[in-house]
């Protein structure tokens, strides 16, 4: 065993980077000045090993976790009731990850702990369920911002909100109408869907332009009014 164990522990190879250990979670390496391409330019790498889903979730976000991999956790996340969900306030980061992994669409079927609150005769959002310490809690409000910026699909696409990115996320609702406020004016979107095809209409104020995305298109938007019809595959 002891042979093993020195074998497994100090793994062998010719790569860029030298294994020097694994402890409290983290391994750690060195750059090895004898790779045949060079030594690499960054002398120290750490990776930390992620078992919370929570913790995995943030990968997803940085896109340190993408492809597969990422819609296998996020699959694993929403599905399996018996693992630790997420608290009420990190389901912004559980909806920032399914917007990345393609599935903002579902965000609407995931709104279930917000609507026990209203049930409960709740008029503010609580910081978790009950016995809660906050019935007023803005940590756990991201719906006031996630159905303008996931379902109606207004986003800042430059610095300053100077630009925009307009990408709805529908889900099952058939219309849609929606205006946020905006340094220069008004932001206000119109959609209406038909089995198929989907017509948005798109005000923006004078000096902002941006773009407009949808089943894999995008249009260009210019300041005032636009008009975009489009047909899903």
């Given amino acids: ?54 913790d995995k979730l943030n990968g997803v976000i940085t896109g340190t976790i993408d492809g597969i991999l990422a819609r296998d956790l996020l699959d694993r996340t929403l599905a399996d009731k018996d693992i630790l969900q997420c608290t009420i306030y990190f389901r912004y980061y559980l909806q920032e990850a399914m917007k990345r992994c393609g599935r903002a669409e579902e965000y609407l079927n995931n709104l279930d702990i917000w609507k026990d609150q ?3 005769g709740l008029t503010t959002w609580a910081e978790q369920p009950e016995p809660s310490r906050s019935d007023c809690h803005a940590w756990g409000a ?17 610095p300053g909100f100077s630009k925009v990115v307009i990408e709805p996320a529908l889900g099952t ?12 004016g008004r932001i206000e979107v119109s959609y209406v869907l038909r089995k198929k095809h989907l ?18 298109k995008e249009f260009q938007l210019n300041g005032g009014k636009n008009k975009v019809m489009i047909s899903r595959q």
């Fill in 118 to 120: 209203l049930l409960l």
């Fill in 142 to 158: 991201s719906p006031n911002i996630e159905l303008y910026r996931m379902v109606a699909g207004i986003d800042s696409g430059a």
């Fill in 199 to 216: 017509t948005a209409e798109v005000n923006l104020p004078r000096e902002i332009t941006g773009v407009f995305r949808w089943n894999g």
């Fill in 173 to 184: 609702l058939t219309r849609l109408d929606a205006a946020i406020p905006h340094p220069k």
């Fill in 1 to 54: 065993l002891s042979c093993v164990r020195a074998k497994t522990t100090q793994p062998m190879g010719a790569g860029p980077y030298k294994f020097i250990k694994f402890e409290n979670g983290v391994v750690y390496f060195e750059a090895n000045e004898n790779y045949f391409k060079g030594c690499p330019k960054t002398k120290y790498v750490n990776f930390q090993e992620c078992t919370a889903d929570e």
